[in-house]
């Protein structure tokens, strides 16, 4: 969580700062806040609320000119997001001015410490402990960065600090630990971010930082050392996005720019994943055909929409594989003690790579000897990192808080693992599987039409703009779809939203269906008869109890939708693969349902789209 910049450079240190803080605001925006050192002494400027109203605090008190500084854009952890709370932080004798992303856990300890020598916080936050520190190690004579290198190791938790001194104003030193951080190279000038997003207009060209790093920063060098100072090997690395894909291409919303992606990101998401035989070949995986024989046991570790992806992919893994597959909250996965073991194969999906429940999961999985696969978006963040193997979704920037692409592609990840592995397991035969390779590289059309064709849910958006509830039914694989669409309603509508198993209704959610109200339906298609008939009946038994049943079924669905109050159309898949296309519609619905209402669609309250702590 938090957005974080540093800068060092030939221009406007506060223009730079901010405007990488714009691009960064997704990732939280409680308060945002900016610090230069001048004359001596560090001049800030900091505000609840989003970046406007630092930009309205900067334009009626400007800071000094400078060419290097840091700036922050919060989501609240330590303190309510107030004035006071806000980043940076600046130490009691004026000297150092500190922003932060992650969670200091031994600060209260630290605050004590400090205490007992006389320094008293002014907010509440476990950054200014850090703050604080970092004043009293420069002062003492230290240099920033052999300062940052003495207080950083006695920081428990996650955190990236970013830190400049007004002794040294042209200098910024940055930590890591558990935290994202990159730095952009540029010519002259050089940044030190969460995300490349907050530097890609000046460069492409990045540098991925390891764990335990100070990297210090002035506008012509770059150095790395780990906490004892030695010299930290870098990975250097081109960002091969543009500053265009990180903006919203004449949408209202990235969310909407990023539901209309879709196609195009399947796509990318299945380019060059097979051979001129048919064959798959997963590039980027790093465990051996032999390693992926011996698995006996497949656990899916994700959060959220990620975790909605997992639960598909198991309905997937286990029919074309035959091997057990668990599907489980990376939150709940290694409070329980989990049994997992060096043959498990554990798969951790996170479009972000910086989740930290999911991330706590790896690590345990791996203490226990099992391999890690990830399933990703983002390249060179933590997650792929600290796994054993990466599978990259390739969707691009998902800058939307609510997924809708990074789930999409997160699916077709899933298929091609679930294929791959029962190549390699021989579980299918090679044209069985080339089938539904086949079949997945239709989708980007599908996905399309389902796109081209959406006044209905523009109508329904409309009629239920008053909603206060809204269900989601779906079985087998159309399950997951349901709670995916509940928790789209949730997070952007604010409105009261579940998903049921349908199968699961007449044990009890059937008390809640009362005249009007609207429930969606996700209707598998008629390619396992059983399936659609049971969920046919479980519509029949909601009208009866005068619901407002909103129908998914395929194109010439009749049966179904002959029991549609508002009937949404499919095209025609196999079953497996649905939750591709059924997905979006309810995606789209939920966009526009929160825009009738006016909400913030890219930045739903309470919300970040990186949840980098537990
Ligand atoms: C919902 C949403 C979240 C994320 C979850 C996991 O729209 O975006 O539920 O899916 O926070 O995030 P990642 O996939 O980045 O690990």
Sequence with gaps: MCGIVGYCGHRSAVEVVVSGLRRLEYRGYDSAGVAVGAHGRIVEAKKAGKISNLDAELAAHPLPAATAGVGHTRWATHGPPNDLNAHPHVSENGRVALVHNGIVENWATLRDELAAEGVVPVSDTDTEIAAQLLGRAVADGADLTTAMRQVAPRLEGAFTLVAVDAAHPDTVVAARRNSPLVVGVGDGENFVASDVAAFIEHTRDAIELGQDQVVTITADAVTVTDFDGNDAPT??????????????????????KEIHEQPEAIANTLLGRHDAAGRLVLDELRISEAELRLVDKIVII????????????????????RTPCEVELASEFRYRDPIVSPRTL??????????????????????QGSKVLSICNTNGSTIPRESDAVIY???????GVASTKGFTTQLVACYLLGLYLAQVRRTKYDDEIAAVVAELETMPDLVQRVLDDQDAVMRLADELVDAHSVLFLGRHVGYPVALEGALKLKELAYIHAEGFAAGELKHGPIALIEQGLPVFVVVPPRGRDQLHGKVVSNIHEIRARGA?????????????AGHASILLSLPKVSTLLQPLLAAVPLQLFACELATRQGNDVDQPRNLAKSVTVE
Excluded: N
């Design 302 to 321: 994700a959060c959220g929409t990620s975790f909605y992806a997992g639960m598909v992919a198991k309905y997937a893994i286990e029919h074309w594989t």
């Design 548 to 560: 407002r049943t909103i129908v998914l079924a395929e194109e010439d669905d009749e049966v179904a």
């Design 235 to 256: 990975t250097p690395y081109h960002v091969d996005w543009d500053l265009a894909a990180a903006e919203k291409g004449g949408f209202d919303w990235f969310m909407r």
């Design 393 to 399: 979704t390739h969707a691009g920037p998902e800058i």
């Design 346 to 367: 554990v798969v951790a999906i996170s479009q972000s790579g910086e989740t930290a429940d999911t991330l706590m999961a790896i690590r345990y999985a791996r203490e």
